[in-house]
T-cell receptor, first 112, second 112 residues
Framework: DAGVTQSPTHLIKTRGQHVTLRCSPI?????VSWYQQVLGQGPQFIFQ???????GRGNFPDRFSARQFPNYSSELNVNALLLGDSALYLC???????????FGPGTRLTVT | GQQVMQIPQYQHVQEGEDFTTYCNSS?????IQWYKQRPGGHPVFLIQ?????EVKKQKRLTFQFGEAKKNSSLHITATQTTDVGTYFC????????????FGPGTRLSVLP
């Protein structure tokens, strides 16, 4: 079975621009979570979606938004990019919401 | 808000030496998870501990959950170069346990 997939792998954007990151969970997994990982730090929780409903939101500004589609794939959108948004964005899926999370390879976002 | 701390931040060991990382939460946890992230990779789930005082072993890795369910440890016996990476603990952000707060991680280097 394929693992969690994310696209794109790398992305370079300019301050003020908008970005959309995509995630496809493992087949059968209904929960998708998004994390931001700045170099040298642990992943920081951004959003969780389960069965297409938002189940959790971390301490991130309203510039960050997400949604989950009927096929359980998900998008993370970030508006008005800042230099500080440069990070590895990780998507994780699981089938019960509270057990082990399977992480994708991440999208490396660089804001210049 | 809930905080999860880990010590040490870095650990350099000679191959064959033991290694221990400690995780402490500001609040009582319903469970705790451990992940390993290789350099340039993504977090990979290692284990989940649920019960007070629980001890679990995976080959050379021993995981403990404290009696008060506020701390945990990971001990690696006779480290190998394949153990190189950053080890994160993660605890649930809320009572539903569906999204997690990660610690800052302990970065392990193993010298051959």
């Amino acid at each position: 079975d394929a693992g969690v997939t994310q696209s794109p792998t790398h992305l370079i954007k300019t301050r003020g621009q908008h970005v959309t990151l995509r995630c496809s969970p493992i087949s059968g997994h209904k929960s998708v979570s998004w994390y931001q990982q700045v170099l040298g730090q642990g992943p920081q929780f951004i959003f969780q979606y389960y069965e297409k409903e938002e189940r959790g939101r971390g301490n991130f500004p309203d510039r960050f938004s997400a949604r989950q589609f009927p096929n359980y794939s998900s998008e993370l959108n970030v508006n008005a990019l800042l230099l500080g948004d440069s990070a590895l964005y990780l998507c994780a899926s699981n089938d019960r919401g509270w057990y082990e999370q399977y992480f994708g390879p991440g999208t490396r976002l660089t804001v210049t | 808000g809930q905080q999860v701390m880990q010590i040490p931040q870095y650990q350099h060991v000679q191959e064959g030496e033991d290694f221990t990382t400690y995780c402490n939460s500001s609040t009582t946890l319903s469970n705790i998870q451990w992940y390993k992230q290789r350099p340039g990779g993504h977090p990979v789930f290692l284990i989940q501990l649920v019960k007070s005082g629980e001890v679990k072993k995976q080959k050379r890795l021993t995981f403990q959950f404290g009696e008060a369910k506020k701390n945990s440890s990971l001990h690696i016996t006779a480290t190998q170069t394949t153990d190189v990476g950053t080890y994160f603990c993660a605890g649930p952000r809320d009572n539903y346990g569906q999204n997690f707060v990660f610690g800052p991680g302990t970065r392990l280097s193993v010298l051959p």
